[in-house]
């Protein structure tokens, strides 16, 4: 971690802390005072768009790992999130299971499955894998629609509401609070995960896995672990996902998420966890702000046309950062810290 | 140490938060009220959704203030759906136009009329198909003061199902999955579900099978999505079979399709398939029968097969761009066609006239815009009857709106006349048949539904 000058570690404590200075404190404190009180003065819409983005956040952690930490391109990750969606459906529906126990089952789930689809990548990478994961995405849609007595098929199955301590968890409010503690976990588990062995052989891999091999990395286990670990994020939001709309159906997981999901990272920042947050929130917001002004703007244009911005704000922001902030949102900040941090000099 | 008291504070702030929400607020009926349009003019004073106008500060009374009320809701102008959805929008414009002009509800109902201090205005966001985006834009309309809501796809009834029975809010659409009446909730459906519509088709095709030697062969062509596979359930075979078909199996196309249905439409010819139904848009339906036509398959060509499908993929659409191409196709559901001569479709080409002269839209679905704004007026208009149009909840436009339209005339648009109620939200009693021929869309009468064909209860 860059510190200010004069802040350095004292002991090993300090040196490994994802928190170290006064100003982080009090950034994280302001930021999560923030994050807790939304639905205390928000409407339901931004609320609604907040538990949004906070499952989307989830969904992204896990993509990161695989494709911004590993560097294996997924576009199958709308597929895992259906298979963890589809998985708290049944065991909440069918089986009776609680919906504390069914969403950790349901990210494990998800892991699982995203462990057979990462087998090819011992052999595969780059645009193979990628083609690899796509058709991921389409088998398990298959797969969905096909066993229909266990799913439901197209018409998809309805999920009941979840319990905690007698409190309905489809209230709205504490379903983002159960949503935002999960998202702080997920942070929380993603940044640390960075910091493991396996977190290290994972950008190991990703800069460079002949040389990653040569020292000893085991490409092979470790890139299933990335797709199990990504995966199980994957499922969890998934699981999220159904949970807040009380359904279940293959629709809710289109394969163009998968390319958002993406798209989201280059903003961000691939490879960053803070970066993750970044792009997640700039994405959502530019989709969101586009639906806003669409009205208004079809006063001016045809309907059609102003309701494209949906899709062109965040393509156009995408292209733009891809060419002049290739490293996304995190590293404008870094270069901004540093600048502020080494200020007047 | 100063970092675990930090940790500690944020940790019961986090702990602290969600039980104040849950523990602190009282169970509150999740309604809304009308917007209520602040005006300083004169002596008289209206508060944004206060329910009482004060007249120069002294008596107070309850009505006579302007009012604005909302309709509206989302619309996938995104996607499949786009140019389906962008008609039926403007539909809604130029009805909410009119409606405040002449402050009827409709040339034919000049005995309805709205209080002239109503003012309707129109809501609406893109859900581009998205649930995600359903949902914010639904809270969004929500909390801008729509009473009513306007859904455009099965993903989003399906997002949208629940949260409408808690807000008690009722929505319009024009047709939805079966699973949508599982349980009936509060969305309104101007059309018959599709696996009832497509049993209308089955029914027709049935009295014209003169072969008795065999039972007729029917299978699914239909889009590869919610809406197409909508039909794909245990329940439409089982019917097709109990009133005599020889079910073979399904065949899916991509909606829209992104390439000739070349290996599907060849499974039917191998299965000697008499019958398929579907339910697919026109960027699906129009590609399938070309190349149905280019290998030598239709009710005129030289293997004979029928191709029928459901609403929304109208002949409407299909005709103009395909003319004689598309000869012996059929669809099943309930708009009228724009040569038919009925108050409705005058009423729309007024409508065009007198709003868009110069920018007409031809797409079948502006229909649907006009009846759908209509139902919502007609329901806002009802509770308003009883309530005070300014207190007006969504509960009163439900209950006092929606569940007393009753033998609705939508001018001939729709098969019949709209009947909603309480647990009832499938208005129609028929469904229309229409087939090309010649070029030309030729309505085949009218049969009745309420089969209710939907998939099990799970």
Known sequence: MRLPSGTYAQNYGQDIAMVRTRSHWIFLAVLMVFVFTIPQWASNATLALATIIGITIISAHGLNILTGNCGMVSLGHSGFMMVGGYTL?????????????????????????????????????????????????????????????????????????????????????????????????????????????????????????????????????????????????????????????????????????????????????????????????????????????????????????????????????????????????????ERFRNYYQAWPY | MKRYWVIGLVLIVLLALPLMAACGEEETETTTTAAVTETTAGATETTAGATETTAGGETPTTVGGPVTLYLGGTFALTGAYAEDCAAVLAGFEDYTKWVNENHILAPWYTDRTIPGNITFELLWGDDALAPDKTVTIYEDLKSKGLLVERISGTPQTMALKDLLIEDQIGATCQTAAPAALLPPGNIFLKNPILTDSLAGAADWFLESWADTSRKPRVALLTADSALGRNLDIPEMYAYLEEIGYEYVGAQFVPQPATAPPTTQLSWLKENNVDLTLGAAVNPTTQPTIKEAVRLGMGPDQPYKITFCFGEPGHLQIMVPDMGAMANGTVVSGDMCAWEDKVDGVAFANMLQDTYRPNNRNTNIMYLDGIVEAMTQVEALRLASLETNPAALTSVDVLQKGFWQIKDFNTGGICANNLTYGEGDPQGIEMVRIQQVQDGKIVDLGSRPIKRNILPAAK
């Open chain 1, 89 to 333: 459906a049944i065991l909440c529906r069918s089986a009776g299971l609680p919906f504390w126990v069914a969403l950790p089952v349901a990210g494990l789930v998800a892991g699982i499955v995203g462990i057979i689809f990462g087998l090819p990548s011992l052999r595969i990478k780059g645009f193979y894998l990628i083609m690899a994961t796509v058709a991921a995405y389409f088998i398990i849609h298959w797969l969905v629609l096909q066993f229909r007595s266990l799913t439901g098929g197209t018409e998809g199955m309805p999920v009941p509401a979840p319990d905690l301590f007698g409190l309905s968890i489809r209230d709205k409010t504490i379903y983002y609070y159960v949503v935002m503690v999960l998202v702080v976990l997920a942070t929380v588990v993603a940044k640390n995960i960075l910091r493991t062995r396996a977190g290290r052989a994972f950008v190991a891999i990703r800069d460079n896995d002949l040389a990653a091999e040569v020292m000893g990395v085991n490409l092979f286990s470790y890139r299933l672990q990335a797709f199990f670990i990504g995966c199980v994020f994957a499922g969890i939001a998934g699981g999220l996902s159904v949970q807040y709309y009380s359904f279940a159906n293959v629709e809710q997981f289109p394969f163009f998420d998968s390319v958002w999901l993406l798209g989201m990272l280059i903003i961000g920042g691939m490879g960053s966890v803070s970066g993750v947050i970044y792009g997640v929130v700039a994405i959502k917001l530019l989709q969101q702000l586009a639906v806003k002004i669409g009205p208004s703007l079809a006063e001016l244009v045809n309907p059609q046309a102003a309701v494209g911005l949906s899709l062109i704000l965040p393509s156009v922001a995408i292209i733009l950062f891809l060419i002049f902030a290739p490293q996304g949102i995190s590293h404008m900040w």
